[in-house]
């Protein structure tokens, strides 16, 4: 599971991958995607892409939304 946490004022985006390892959970801080993935974040859902065009690929998009406080622009 990755979790995306955005902090607005200071435009920063952090990513932290859990899994369970036996009956541990660990936490991973992720630095870089694959250079062929794509991650698309919105408050519906999410999913992580294989990028097919070039130069799209280790980007996180967000949706544009129209109030500033539910996401970044």
Avoid: W
């Amino acid at each position: 599971m990755l979790v995306v946490f955005l902090c607005y004022e200071e435009r920063d985006v952090e990513v932290q991958r859990y899994k369970m390892k036996g009956k541990v959970l660990e936490k991973e801080q992720i630095t870089s995607l694959d250079n062929n993935k794509t991650l698309f974040v919105s408050s519906e859902g999410s999913h992580l892409e294989t990028c097919v065009a070039q130069g799209l690929g280790n980007n996180i998009y967000f949706p544009m939304f129209q109030d500033n406080n539910k996401g970044v622009l």
